[in-house]
């Protein structure tokens, strides 16, 4: 099995962008009221659903 090396910018790509949708959410849950809760709820479970997502598939599995 060949190892493929990854550029920084590929190994910080999605942890960078549930960090944005995280911080949105979470400011947009605390600052407003009505549809910002569920849309901060939904966009911090998506960090969690993320996370053990990849959790589940394991090292070295492919993303498709």
Not at 13 to 31: D, H, K, Q, R, T
Not at 48 to 56: H, K, M, P, Y
């Amino acid at each position: 099995m060949r190892t493929r090396r990854l550029g920084l910018g590929t190994v910080f790509a999605v942890p960078a962008v549930l960090f944005v949708l995280s911080l949105i959410g979470l400011v947009g849950a605390l600052l407003a009221d009505g549809a910002w809760d569920g849309i901060g709820a939904a966009l911090l479970a998506l960090a969690v659903a993320t996370a053990i997502g990849a959790r589940l598939r394991g090292p070295g599995r492919p993303h498709h």
